[in-house]
């Protein structure tokens, strides 16, 4: 799940649900209460020193106390390039149905 990190704490973290739209506009969806891997500290090391990131849970479970087995952190050029990446794959079905 792709998300904007809000606020991490001690044994969670606070993010926002993000989407790309057809148009490459990122839509916040909802937030997320998530809970970080009690064995594995470089996931929330990760987190807190991100403003986006792409996080895998358990059983790929998205619901509020989900706890996070892989995070990878985003930079805003690696966003705008998947931003362009929606666009283009959408204007590419749009040319083959016409």
């Known amino acids: 799940m792709l998300v904007k990190v809000n606020n991490v704490e001690e044994s969670s973290i606070r993010v926002t649900k993000l ?3 057809d148009f490459g506009s990122v839509i916040p969806l909802r937030e997320v209460n998530l809970r ?8 929330g090391q990760t987190l807190r020193h991100s403003v986006y990131a792409i996080l895998f ?4 479970n998205e619901d509020d106390g989900s706890t996070i087995i892989l995070a990878r952190s985003m930079t805003q ?20 149905t016409e």
């Open 36 to 43: 970080l891997p009690q064995e594995d500290e470089s996931v």
């Open 57 to 60: 849970t358990a059983d790929d």
């Open 77 to 96: 050029e690696e966003l705008n390039e998947e931003k362009e990446r929606t666009v283009q794959a959408v204007q590419g079905k749009t040319d083959d």
């Open 19 to 21: 989407d790309i739209d």
